[in-house]
């Protein structure tokens, strides 16, 4: 029997945010998952699990192939079961073999990391159109014209040269500003292809997992209510550096931080690596990451405190870096 498309499609799954979700009681019985909702500069929400970190037709639209059914079979078979497990405090050693598969594609499926992504895209379109026309290149371009042509520009007078030089410049900035803005349209439309494309292939497949499967991973349990989970989904970071960072801006991070509970991070770590963390900096880098909101357990000043810093570092790459990278080019 074929299976009903889904229209609302979560990329922050529920079977993760029932880790941070508690119960509402009505006349003794127990009612579904809600959780508290955290946005920059607004007060907290308790929405249900369902209601949260999804977008209707987020992963494909109708008549392509359906990757919310392919996430749900993964989710049902394999990671809902390997997630209760670890919530206990302990790495199940039969599904020990499902926790890359399972980190990867959090890394991956999230509305963070098509966001950051197509951030990427946009900032690099609006720094080629405003630095390339005073770069270099323009310059060789002129030098490598026609023999020919180069003979006759070189025969005119300097002003006339000059001015001639300064319209072929402006038309060519103009050209250029309508293509960028051109493709900046389709920057959001060719990143969801490319990430649905990605959940397509199978979580073991990713390019990820294979770095994942080489770490040594644990449960540390923390105290009740300690832990946030942002929008970015895990954490990491590289041996010495003092700042966490996105698992995206990595290729082969030393240490990940998958916050699956409010008082239970599961950690992966390569041979000999610290992988000792501060719940307080984990929560400050999830919320900084994050680019929409994050989801907790309760609501207090903490937490409120951390909302203040949502989107803080967004950025997957900082435009300077963007403008010192097309300067070397």
């Excluded at 997630?83 to 963070?112: K, S």
């Excluded at 070189?154 to 002003?159: H, I, L, W």
């Excluded at 963390?277 to 357990?297: G, H, K, M, R, Y």
Aim: proline letters at 6%.
């Amino acid at each position: 029997m074929k299976q009903r498309r889904t229209k609302k499609q979560h990329f922050l799954p529920c079977f993760v945010q029932h880790g941070f979700a508690f119960y509402v009681e009505f006349g003794g019985t127990r009612h579904k998952y809600r959780v508290y909702l955290f946005r920059r500069g607004r007060e907290s929400k308790e929405p249900y699990t369902r209601d949260v970190g999804f977008e209707n037709d987020f992963y494909c639209r109708p008549g392509e192939p359906d990757v919310e059914v392919k996430l749900a079979d993964e989710e049902r078979k394999r990671f809902a079961r390997l997630v209760r497990e670890l919530r206990r405090g302990a790495v199940p050693r039969d599904r020990i073999c499902d926790i890359p598969a399972f980190v990867a594609h959090l890394i991956v499926r999230t509305r963070n990391a098509r966001r950051r992504l197509a951030m990427v895209g946009d900032d690099a379109c609006d720094v080629i159109a405003d630095e390339l026309p005073r770069a270099d290149p323009w310059a060789r371009a002129l030098e490598h014209m026609p023999a020919e042509a180069r003979v006759r520009l070189d025969a005119k007078p300097a002003a006339e040269r000059e001015q001639l030089l300064a319209g072929l410049l402006e038309i060519a900035t103009q050209w250029l500003q309508v293509q960028m803005a051109v493709q900046k349209e389709r920057i959001p439309e060719q990143v969801r292809r490319q990430q649905a494309s990605t959940l397509s292939t199978g979580f073991d497949a990713l390019p990820r997992t294979a770095h994942l499967a080489s770490l040594s991973w644990s449960v540390v349990m923390a105290s009740p209510g300690a832990l946030i989970l942002g929008d970015v989904g895990p954490i990491a970071r590289d041996q010495g550096d003092t700042e966490l960072a996105a698992p995206l801006t990595m290729q082969r991070p030393d240490v990940i931080y998958v916050p699956v509970a409010h008082d239970c991070v599961l950690v992966g770590a390569r041979e000999g690596v610290n992988s000792m963390f501060d719940p307080e900096q984990l929560n400050t880098a999830s919320a900084e990451l994050s680019v929409e909101f994050f989801i907790a357990f309760q609501s207090t000043p903490r937490e409120y405190a951390y909302a203040e810093r949502i989107g803080d570092r967004a950025s997957l790459v900082p435009r300077q870096e963007l403008v010192d990278a097309l300067r070397r080019t």
